[in-house]
């Protein structure tokens, strides 16, 4: 399982941009062939692709690139160039615009077909994102889709121009958000995190444009790690060390776990199945959520 509170786009044309980002703070970075790169250079970009897999020492990060989507003429040469290229070297790869299962059973089956072709033993994972109407009321059935996928990303931009939705700004408030009663992709936003819970995958929020807004990065990081979110998806470094902090346990959180989990096995050890701690009821539910918090600071690195 891989740590994921920040996740860093980076533009698979710029090999600067590309040194710097697998450098940098981010939990993940995608090198980008999708939506940061120009239709003429999609095809010559696959080439810094193939050179930081193989090239470019990645520590603990995963190997990650963002395929064009299936509706492109450029998706299954990103797949045969890349895969062939880098055999047993990328750990999963972003498919966009997943609209239905059948989606991600094609490049399953793509991948399958390479990944024997070229001996290589460890399936690439998937990351998904929904980011249309039609991807919204299917993400239960694609988040199952293979057992490829590693986690749902939500992509604001594009489902908000799917659905014809006023804004200014992708995934920055603006006065249409003024005019709503209430946060206006609340609904999707709780869908994909139930649809990746039940399938037991990551879940990632999408990003927010205004890099210089560090307040408002704040504060919409927030929002995901409220809902139960495991982290953000970044367009500029500036917002990697937020949305690390923010998607981290606080230390008031980890020790209130510790204490949860210390008592409540000393009470189940004498025989009794609920205490009070603190003039709070802790049961098997409370159990869950510390033990929860403990693993998310023990992958941060904030405890042993």
């Known amino acids: 399982m891989w740590l994921e509170r920040s996740e860093l786009a980076v533009p698979a044309s710029n090999w600067h941009m590309i040194e710097k980002g697998v450098a940098s703070v981010a939990d993940v970075i ?27 020492d990645w520590g603990k990060k995963p190997r990650v690139f963002r395929m064009n989507a299936l509706d492109t003429t450029f998706f299954y040469r990103d797949l045969i160039e890349i895969v062939e290229a880098t055999a047993g070297q990328i750990d999963f790869i972003l498919l966009p615009k997943v609209n239905r299962p059948e989606d991600v059973y094609v490049v399953d089956t793509l991948l399958t077909q390479i990944e024997a072709s070229c001996g290589s033993s460890r399936p690439i994972g998937l ?72 399938a037991g995958v990551r879940v990632i929020d999408g990003p927010f444009a205004d890099f210089r807004d560090a307040d408002g990065f704040r504060a919409a990081c927030r929002v995901a790690r409220a809902l139960g979110y495991d982290g953000k998806m970044c367009i500029h470094p500036a917002q990697l060390e937020i949305a690390n902090e ?23 050890a004498a025989g009794r199945g609920s205490i009070s701690i603190a003039n709070q009821m802790v049961d098997v539910a409370s159990i869950k959520m510390a033990r929860n918090t403990l693993d998310a600071a023990r992958a941060a690195g904030l405890i042993d």
């Open 127 to 198: 990351e998904l994102l929904i980011e249309t109407a039609e991807g919204l009321i299917n993400c239960e059935r694609i988040a199952s889709g293979s057992p490829r996928v590693e986690a749902l990303i939500f992509g604001p931009g594009d489902y908000t121009a799917s659905l014809r939705i006023p804004s200014v700004s992708i995934g920055t408030p603006d006065e249409w958000d003024a005019a709503y009663p209430g946060h206006r992709f609340h609904y999707p936003l709780h869908r994909i995190l139930v649809a990746g819970r039940a």
């Open 30 to 56: 995608f090198l980008d062939l999708e939506d940061s790169v120009a239709p003429e250079a999609k095809a010559s970009a696959r080439a810094n692709v193939i050179r930081a897999m193989t090239e470019l």
């Open 246 to 268: 923010i998607f981290s346990p606080e230390a008031q959180e980890i020790a209130w776990a510790a204490r949860v989990v210390d008592e409540y096995e000393q009470a189940t």
